[in-house]
């Protein structure tokens, strides 16, 4: 009886542990979609911005750096600026040596003095030699008449033979000689009016050269005083007093200015985010110098050649610094700069985790009949979570975010 009992025991336990086996295998939930140690991701709409990061320096605008510099040499007499000077548009930077070029102005005024008086003179003194050869005209046409009336009367006379052939004769020649005196009178008026009209026009050039003279020395003189171009500070000084500049081809540097409220930032965008951008993009940077200040700007231009560095292709984007930076910036700093694209509303988005490139697509895994399924979708904008999906998901399904993990868990 006791065997017996205990073989009853034993079967009865042994048909717990079956039951146990049983519901374990057929109750208990395998795979579950919804389960918490899978996670995933319901598809919903929402807004997407993107942006791209880069790298880049700040640096003067074109025309904000200027190197200040000599046309003429000379000795540097006067240096009145230092690095970090605050200098406004024609305030006097250099003086170089000016008593020669003094001289050269005090002379060429001299000769421009002479050439006015000269001028003066010939109309002065021109017209009244017209004026006496109009005289002499006037007289020698009276004389001519005169004569020619004389020549008549004596050859009536001499018809009537009441005078002699003598007589005649002498009228004859004296009209002859005053006919010869009055064109001899007629070509010196015409000469002496050629005359002051040459003579006015050689006086006028002289007049004329004499001012250019003075003008290209007062020009001279001029370069001897340097002034600043622009606003702005300076940046570096290459001379010193007392030194002596040659001036050849390249016009020695005094100093350079930079106007520090004219900067850029040069950013380099690598080729595969370089089609994005456009001109007008909002972009905010930050330097080492202030890192927890954001700056403003907008990207002004994008340069066509690209930069390579290091087998790397980039191009050269160009974002205009907003004025209102307070002055905090520097050229050459380095720039961490950020640039928005455009947004992107209500479109269709699942995570970046979730999609994964398989045979060169793109694929998600969804819930189809309580197991997960590849699916291929086509996609779009993306920015640093979520990326836009333009077909192949449904608002509200739901879909794994890490597939191959649940792949390899089925595989088991």
């Known amino acids: 009886m006791k065997k017996q009992s205990r073989r009853v025991l034993f079967l009865a336990f042994l048909g717990v542990i079956a039951v146990g086996v049983w519901a374990w295998w057929n109750l208990l939930p395998r795979g579950n979609p919804a389960g918490d140690s899978l996670p995933t991701v319901t598809v919903t709409r929402r807004t997407l911005t993107s942006s791209i990061l880069a790298t880049g320096a700040v640096k003067p605008q074109v025309g904000a750096e200027v190197r200040v510099g000599t046309r003429i040499s000379g000795k540097v007499e006067r240096l009145y600026a230092n690095i970090g000077d605050i200098v406004k548009k024609g305030q006097v930077i250099a003086e170089l040596e000016k008593e020669d070029l003094e001289a050269n102005v005090s002379q060429r005024t001299a000769e421009l003095q002479m050439a006015e008086a000269k001028l003066s003179s010939i109309h002065s003194l021109r017209p009244r030699e ?131 409220n004219r900067l850029q930032v040069d950013a380099f965008v ?95 895994y969804v819930f189809s009949d309580g197991k997960p399924q590849p699916r291929n979708i086509k996609v779009g904008w993306k920015d640093s979570q979520y990326t836009e999906v333009l077909s192949g998901l449904s608002e509200g399904e739901t879909v794994l975010l890490d597939a191959p993990a649940l792949k390899q868990t089925e595989e088991k």
């Open 270 to 364: 690598d080729e595969v985010d370089i089609g994005k951008v456009e001109p007008g993009q909002r972009a905010i940077f930050t330097v080492d110098s202030f890192p927890d200040r954001e700056f403003e700007g907008k990207v002004a231009a994008i340069y066509p050649k690209a930069v390579i560095q290091e087998n790397v292709v980039n191009y050269d984007v160009v974002v205009q610094v907003d004025r209102a930076s307070g002055g905090f910036l520097r050229p050459e700093m380095t720039a961490n700069v950020t640039v928005f694209l455009e947004a992107r509303e209500n479109v269709l988005s699942v995570p970046n985790k979730a999609i994964k490139r398989e045979g060169g697509k793109s694929v998600v």
């Open 130 to 260: 017209i004026e006496k050869a109009e005289a002499e005209v006037s007289q020698w046409s009276a004389t001519v008449e005169l004569s020619q009336n004389e020549l008549t009367r004596e050859d009536e006379l001499l018809k009537h033979r009441v005078t002699s052939q003598q007589d005649y004769d002498r009228a004859k020649e004296q009209l002859t000689v005053s006919r010869a005196r009055l064109a001899a009178a007629q070509k010196g008026l015409e000469l002496a009016k050629a005359g002051y009209d040459e003579d006015i026009k050689m006086a006028s050039a002289e007049l004329e050269r004499a001012k250019a003279s003075l003008a290209d020395a007062k020009v001279q003189l001029s370069y001897a005083t340097i002034t600043a171009p622009i606003d702005g500070v300076i940046a570096s000084v290459s001379t010193q007093e007392g030194e002596t500049v040659a001036a050849g081809l390249n016009a020695p540097t005094f100093v350079t200015i930079i106007d520090l």
